[in-house]
């Protein structure tokens, strides 16, 4: 059973930074995708980024593209590093783990086996 933490987020500016990070505990993560969907009331889940573990290519909505990376730590942690954000990334953000990327690129949501528990990210203009 994997389980997945998040950590970072809070409050930002427009056009500050942020980062989140995403750790998986009692479990080996390797050889799985790992990212990050978001969600705002009232709207489905959206797919933000994702990345294969001990791989460096790399999956972004068009929307975060430029803005955001994503980037394996060691062999069972994420970061998504949060550049010049807007309003509309405001979302609560949840780490996602699956065994292939397909979920995140093809917005699937409910085909992720592994979830974290989610984290508010707020940006103010």
């Known amino acids: 059973q994997v389980q997945l933490v998040e950590y970072g987020g809070g409050p930002v500016e427009a056009g500050g930074s942020l980062r989140l990070s995403c750790g998986a505990s009692k479990a080996n993560i390797n050889n799985k995708c790992m990212g990050w969907f978001r969600q705002t009331p009232g709207k489905e889940r959206e797919a933000v980024a994702a990345i294969f573990s001990g791989s460096s290519n790399a999956w972004y909505a068009k929307s975060v593209e430029g803005r955001f990376t994503i980037y394996n730590t060691m062999s069972r942690a994420i970061n998504l590093q949060m550049d010049n954000v807007t309003p509309e990334d405001t979302a609560t953000y949840y780490c996602?783990?699956?065994?292939?990327?397909?979920?995140?690129?093809?917005?699937?949501?409910?085909?992720?086996?592994?979830w974290g528990q989610g984290i508010q990210v707020t940006v103010s203009s």
């Open positions: 996602a783990a699956d065994a292939g990327c397909r979920s995140f690129v093809y917005g699937r949501p409910d085909n992720v086996n592994y």
